[in-house]
């Protein structure tokens, strides 16, 4: 890729996020998104396969950031030790920086029942991914999944949080104060 | 409704799951499920509104039975105390002598993406009610969003273990195996 494609593709996925937000996302169109900073449909089309990827790229270096978090946790930690180290980096990797845009990523997609569903299957797929990797670290079931799907409900949870009117604190502190409430409302049966 | 009315909406919903199972569920018609049993298509819209209803149908008493487990439990109990008591109360909703049922549904559930996608929106649905529940009784959040999605997610792999080839034990019994590994593995951070 040439120096200037990076760039590029900011402009597109800002300009399609404020497009998507202020006329909806099923009326707006590739070419339109590309026009309004100055740049062809077929240059849209180098950087995203269709106006859906513009709201879910990024999706693997996400789930990666969990999986990294995870390894980097000796073998022999408790299974929820493991998912809170891969909460606390998925965390991280959501800089202050970036909280506007999730803010008004979060806009579009509340605002289209088909793009929530791909939101959900997301989710889902880090889940099932964290128990993967739960399993081969010789974790046993149910407790596997159980430790990835908390894990998954507590991103969730502080992710909301996070882009809250308001908000000041980072996902990462955000994090760990929900983890800190799990262990406090699931502990004490 | 007249007394022949349930025993007609048994059996076409046992001939809907045969048939879906044998043959798929989108190749399979509502008149084609009404004639296997010797009824009219006009008597299949009679019980239920669609195809799909056959599949879906008593969801809000599976719902509901999760509510009243948890209305039974002292308002003064920490809220997964409150989560456990629901998640025993729906597992009681299904009898061994459903079992068979839920294992055929689930086949033809989990054979079709759109199918599958109605029944997680059913599930999350039920832990946006127990959580809502649980705010009514003064539980602030994370904490009702965390109880009640791990009460969901505890359920749902304890129902998959009970539909599980050989499995013996009742929902019930295994309900209580998997909330009390919840405790163990998120309660130990």
């Given at each position: 890729?040439?120096?200037?494609?990076?760039?590029?593709?900011?402009?597109?996925?800002?300009?399609?996020?404020?497009?998507?937000?202020?006329?909806?996302?099923?009326?707006?169109?590739?070419?339109?998104?590309?026009?309004?900073?100055?740049?062809?449909?077929?240059?849209?089309?180098?950087?995203?396969?269709?106006?859906?990827?513009?709201?879910?790229?990024?999706?693997d270096?996400?789930e990666?950031?969990?999986?990294?978090?995870?390894?980097?946790v000796?073998?022999?930690?408790?299974?929820?030790?493991?998912?809170?180290?891969?909460?606390?980096?998925?965390?991280?990797?959501?800089?202050?920086?970036?909280?506007?845009?999730?803010?008004?990523?979060?806009?579009?997609?509340?605002a289209?029942?088909?793009?929530?569903?791909?939101?959900?299957?997301?989710?889902?797929?880090?889940?099932?991914?964290?128990?993967?990797?739960?399993?081969?670290?010789?974790?046993?079931?149910?407790?596997?999944?159980?430790?990835?799907?908390?894990?998954?409900?507590?991103?969730?949870?502080?992710?909301?949080?996070?882009?809250?009117?308001?908000?000041?604190?980072?996902?990462?502190?955000?994090?760990?104060?929900?983890?800190?409430?799990?262990?406090?409302?699931?502990?004490?049966?």
């Amino acid at each position: 890729m040439g120096r200037w494609e990076p760039a590029a593709a900011e402009r597109l996925q800002h300009a399609a996020l404020e497009l998507f937000a202020r006329q909806g996302y099923e009326r707006t169109t590739a070419a339109e998104i590309a026009q309004s900073v100055g740049l062809s449909e077929r240059t849209f089309f180098r950087h995203f396969a269709d106006k859906r990827e513009v709201l879910f790229r990024g999706q693997d270096e996400f789930e990666a950031a969990f999986l990294e978090g995870l390894a980097a946790v000796p073998a022999d930690a408790p299974a929820m030790a493991a998912v809170a180290a891969a909460v606390r980096a998925g965390a991280a990797w959501f800089v202050d920086e970036r909280r506007d845009h999730s803010r008004l990523r979060q806009v579009v997609i509340d605002a289209n029942p088909p793009l929530l569903e791909r939101e959900r299957h997301k989710m889902a797929g880090l889940a099932t991914s964290l128990a993967s990797a739960l399993r081969e670290r010789g974790v046993t079931e149910p407790a596997a999944t159980l430790a990835a799907e908390s894990g998954a409900t507590v991103f969730g949870i502080a992710f909301g949080l996070w882009i809250g009117e308001g908000e000041q604190r980072s996902l990462r502190e955000i994090a760990d104060s929900v983890l800190a409430e799990l262990a406090a409302v699931t502990g004490t049966p």
